[in-house]
């Protein structure tokens, strides 16, 4: 699905909070884990390192102290804050939605909320969909949240997936903009494709097959990858949704100030940025440090553009994500602070 938007209000980001936990999984403590290698994972992965969250912390707190870092750098109360929408796939329970939990502990007593649930694509669709409601005239402040607690559905025994995962995330507030400025979300290209579920999936738990010992013993509680099948369907679809926007608003790689891709794998990563015409200076890369955090990763990238100063006003930033669905997407946006 796509639309270009057109209202006469603009819906831009004023601040970003992130939190991560203190705790760290190195490749040096994998390799004690699993028959795995610091250069195995190095070189096909590009990570180093991820965040972990301690027994007992879950997303609801971690977004949470996210939450109330963007709120407050954006100058705002929490009860300025009108809808809170949390992009998660590791709420903290399946119900109530972790919107509800954020909403009261940050004491945001004037928002509604609610969960999406759309695994690595979580944070841009929520951004979108905090777009919607801003640029219609229906909210001023909104929150979007995207954090995983990813440790909490992988396999420790599993090479393929442990080594990717980890937690953290990000909230960022959305606002409306009345004086016409130029800025914000631009255009967006999202598609899923149901066909690829089984080859990134969470099969137990669910009403499909609900949590038994059957269900534990066969660790259906636990996140389950083809990767190769992944790669491909990344590599291509990225690259391919990135070309198709930029194309439609008359413009080429070489426009973009900065390219906030979804940290999956740097070797995706790399191939997008190549295929689409972006020199690596251009491109965000915190995946070294953070591993893939879900929902998490493109508010983690984007306060990591800001920090090293390579987010600023009026840079046209492309964001991109793809994930578990399959899920994918592309977004334009002039960057306003
Ligand atoms: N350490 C060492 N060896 C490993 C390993 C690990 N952690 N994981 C797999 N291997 C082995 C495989 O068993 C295989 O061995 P074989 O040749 O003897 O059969 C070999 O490495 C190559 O495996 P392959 O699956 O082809 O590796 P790959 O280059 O595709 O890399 C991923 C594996 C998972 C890193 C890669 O497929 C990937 O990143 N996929 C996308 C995952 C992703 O982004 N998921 C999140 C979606 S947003």
Redesign the pocket.
């Known amino acids: 699905m796509a639309n270009a938007l057109k209202s006469p209000y603009a819906a831009k980001i004023v601040s970003i909070g992130t939190a991560v936990p203190p705790g760290l999984l190195t490749n040096n403590d994998l390799e004690k884990m699993?028959?795995?290698?610091d250069q195995?994972?190095t070189e096909?992965?590009g990570i180093k390192q991820r965040h972990m969250a301690e027994k007992g912390v879950a997303t609801s707190d971690l977004a949470a102290e996210a939450a109330i870092q963007a709120i407050e750098r954006a100058g705002l109360k929490p009860t300025d804050i009108e809808l809170i929408i949390v992009a998660t796939i590791t709420p903290d329970m399946i119900l109530p939605a972790t919107a509800c939990l954020v909403q009261d502990k940050i004491g945001a007593t004037g928002a509604w909320g609610f969960d999406i649930s759309i695994?690595?694509s979580g944070f841009l669709y929520a951004l979108q969909v905090a777009t919607q409601f801003v640029t219609t005239g229906a909210h001023k402040n909104v929150l979007v949240i995207g954090l995983d607690v990813m440790s909490s559905i992988i396999d420790y025994t599993d090479?393929?997936?442990c080594?990717?995962f980890g937690d953290g995330g990000g909230a960022v507030v959305v606002q409306r903009t009345e004086d016409g400025a130029p800025v914000g979300m631009i255009d967006y290209l999202y598609e899923v494709d149901g066909s690829g579920g089984p080859a990134?999936c969470l099969p137990g738990g669910g009403s499909r097959n609900p949590t038994s010992k059957d269900t534990l013993e066969k660790r259906m509680h636990f996140v389950h990858?083809d990767?190769?099948v992944?790669?491909k369907f990344?590599t291509r679809k990225m690259s391919d949704l990135c070309l198709k926007l930029l194309e439609r608003n008359g413009l080429t790689g070489k426009d973009v100030d900065l390219f906030v891709p979804?940290q999956?794998?740097l070797?995706?990563i790399s191939y997008s940025a190549e295929r689409v015409g972006i020199e690596m200076d251009k491109v965000v890369v915190n995946i070294d440090e953070f591993g893939?955090t879900?929902a998490g990763t493109l508010p983690l990238a984007l306060q990591s553009a800001r920090s090293d100063g390579r987010l600023k006003e009026g840079s046209l930033v492309l964001l991109a994500s793809?994930?578990?669905g399959f899920s994918a997407g592309a977004a334009l946006m002039r960057w306003s602070y």
């Open positions: 699993v028959d795995t290698s195995w994972i096909r992965t695994a690595c090479r393929t997936t080594i990717i990134l990858q990767g190769q992944v790669f990344a979804h999956a794998n070797r995706i893939n879900t793809v994930g578990a």
